[in-house]
């Protein structure tokens, strides 16, 4: 994963996310985290955090809004949440959170750091450093208001931070990395993502450093009179000879429902053809887990991928909300018996894997592999088809949303609900 990944736009929602989900999604975000570092090492786990065409995908295939601000809370919280009782086991501590909870970080890391080993106050200090360089030395418009800094036991930590613009509806989630973060002031995010403002301040950037030593300079050597011709200076002046190279940028359109052009179809139905092709003689032991079936093998074949996938095939994370749905019923209601088989048939084959029986968990990486092999050469329903057919089974697989919780207590529907 590069050091840096990107931008993308993220549109604001508010609200909250219904126990019968965050619950899941703490489960299932921990056994990922679990296969992940088992199969690749800690290290690779937090590049992947800091990835944030995955991070969006991990949140789109937990049954989380597929494109919104939400994910960004709601993958922090679901991580501290599932990650918690496995610290000593796996290393990895997840600190901070929104609003109240980020505040919380230099804290939990000074606290951590006593158990553990490491320096927790030089992490507690990287940690303001990192919301200040975001809130002072970007001026982008975005004002923070999450934090999640996570951390293993070696020092080595990713953070992940969002801002929010009321005015615009939107929200921009920066990326940071501590592997090859040589300066905090100079390039140090591994993405920064939002949707685009025009001309920003961003003293981060490396043709900034004159303008961040000039910054110093002129606050100990020059009057109002002096900064202000300085300032018309550096707006006078052309840009440099070295151009950045342009970096992916995701765009999360503002439209709640998922859209044929949301979804690459050909890796759809590659996930199909694997999950069809693979599940009988690949999956036999699992497919003893009780209840487990076709739709379920359907659904590990998108969780494969997030486990075991090539950082390309993360440019739709739209076709990742195929896997579970969304809470807010965009492609579909999250199918709660499909849920709760997904994450026993992966806690089997982690479990398995901890005791030295790698086999099962090692079907699940040749279900991804099988995937990529028959991408192009299988077809499969028509996206539309194929979200038809999950409203119709939806009672069947146990499908459930927001609207059912609001339908409950007589609250009125959002204008995107769909209806029935």
Not at 335 to 355: C, F, Q, S
Not at 388 to 395: A, G, L, N, V, Y
Request: with cysteine; hydrophobic share 40%; proline share 5%.
């Amino acid at each position: 994963m590069a050091q840096r990944g990107g931008s993308a736009d993220l549109p604001l929602h508010g609200g909250r996310v219904p126990e019968w989900l965050a619950g899941r999604m703490a489960r299932l975000g921990a056994i990922i985290a679990e296969a992940i570092t088992a199969e690749y090492g800690r290290d690779e786990f937090l590049s992947r955090l800091a990835n944030p065409f995955w991070f969006q995908s991990f949140g789109a295939v937990m049954g989380m809004d597929w494109h919104s601000s939400g994910i960004t809370t709601s993958v922090i919280g679901a991580l501290k949440r599932g990650l918690k009782p496995l610290e000593s086991e796996l290393g990895l501590h997840v600190c901070g959170g929104r609003g109240r909870h980020s505040r919380k970080t230099p804290q939990e890391l000074v606290e951590i750091g006593g158990r553990v080993g490491f320096d927790g106050a030089a992490l507690a200090a990287a940690s303001r450093l990192v919301a200040k360089v975001d809130s002072a030395a970007v001026q982008d418009g975005f004002e923070l208001y999450l934090h999640g800094f996570i951390v293993a036991d070696d020092g080595k930590w990713v953070v992940v931070q969002q801002g929010m613009k009321d005015e615009t509806s939107t929200a921009r989630r920066y990326h940071w990395q501590s592997e090859g973060l040589k300066s905090f002031v100079e390039q140090p995010h591994a993405a920064i993502e939002g949707v685009g403002q025009g001309t920003i301040v961003n003293l981060t950037d490396r043709r900034a450093d004159r303008a961040r030593s000039a910054s110093v300079d002129l606050l100990g050597s020059l009057g109002p009179d002096g900064i202000v011709r300085e300032i018309g200076r550096l707006e006078g002046r052309p840009p440099e000879e070295e151009v950045e190279p342009l970096l992916p940028h995701l765009v999360m359109p503002a439209h709640h429902d998922v859209r044929p052009k949301d979804v690459l179809l050909r890796r759809l139905h590659a996930s199909l053809g694997a999950a069809a092709d693979n599940a009988p003689r690949d999956f036999a032991d699992l497919l003893l887990v009780p209840g487990v079936g076709a739709r379920t093998v359907r659904s590990l074949a998108m969780v494969a991928e997030v486990i075991h996938g090539a950082p390309h095939r993360f440019s739709d994370p739209a076709r990742f909300s195929m896997s579970k749905g969304g809470k807010d019923g965009a492609p579909f209601p999250v199918p709660l018996k499909v849920y709760d088989e997904t994450i026993k048939v992966l806690k089997y084959a982690v479990v398995k894997a901890r005791l030295g029986a790698s086999e099962e968990l090692g079907a699940i990486k040749r279900l991804d592999a099988q995937a990529r092999a028959v991408e192009g050469k299988v077809s499969g329903p028509s996206f539309y088809g194929y979200v038809d057919e999950e409203w119709r089974r939806s009672k069947e697989y146990g499908g459930r949303t927001v609207m059912d919780d609001a339908r409950d207590k007589g609250l009125p529907l959002p204008k995107w609900a769909k209806a029935g």
